[in-house]
């Protein structure tokens, strides 16, 4: 097929050139439908889950084979799983595909001793990038006063927001945690919205 007659005219049907690659060659049997559907890989197992329903959903760990077994440990709320593994060279900051870090998601559970075990492992409080919310506005949008005292203490920001750009003092105040909120006021967070 010469150059001009590729050029106009319905999308052929038969296999593409090499420049195409490989994985378009069934696409084009089919015309442009085809063609939008060979955008994404076809499916080759079941759906995904749920976030934190098990490991297909989670990012390969960046740096040791047990970081998302980690992930997975700290989202079941599984102290005694998470403490093996810290033991056994899982990094305490590896993130899952929504940001989260395993301090993140157990602060969000409530679970004071597998947070106490990734403080003492090394786990940073601030400055984790693309999470929806710090570990201490995880906390405080479950209402778990006894983490929140705990991440206050060892020296969170009360006044950091996530890419919800909610501040813990707000979520609190929203949720009707009082006593959450009376913890945050005492720690210094502002009354202020974010910004002014």
Do not use: K
Request: proline content about 11%; charged content about 15%.
């Amino acid at each position: 097929m010469a150059a001009s007659e590729r050029r106009a005219g319905p999308i052929p049907t038969r296999a593409p050139t090499r420049a195409l690659g490989a994985a378009l060659a069934g696409a084009f049997a089919f015309g442009t439908a085809g063609l939008a559907a060979a955008a994404a890989p076809a499916p080759t197992h079941a759906p995904a889950p749920a976030p934190h329903e098990g490991l297909p959903w989670l990012q390969p760990p960046a740096s040791h084979p047990l970081d998302a077994e980690l992930l997975q440990a700290a989202a079941a709320q599984q102290p005694q799983r998470l403490r093996e593994l810290l033991r056994a060279g899982a990094h305490p900051d590896p993130r899952d595909h929504d940001g989260h870090t395993p301090l993140v998601l157990a602060a969000g559970h409530g679970d004071l001793d597998s947070v106490r075990q990734l403080l003492a492992a090394g786990a940073r409080i601030e400055g984790l990038g693309r999470g929806i919310r710090t570990p201490l506005g995880a906390a405080v949008a479950g209402g778990h006063l006894p983490v929140v005292r705990l991440l206050i203490e060892r020296g969170a920001d009360v006044n950091a927001t996530g890419l919800d750009r909610q501040p813990p003092l707000l979520t609190a105040i929203r949720l009707q945690q009082q006593a959450v909120a009376t913890a945050l006021l005492r720690a210094g967070a502002s009354t202020s919205p974010p910004g002014r």
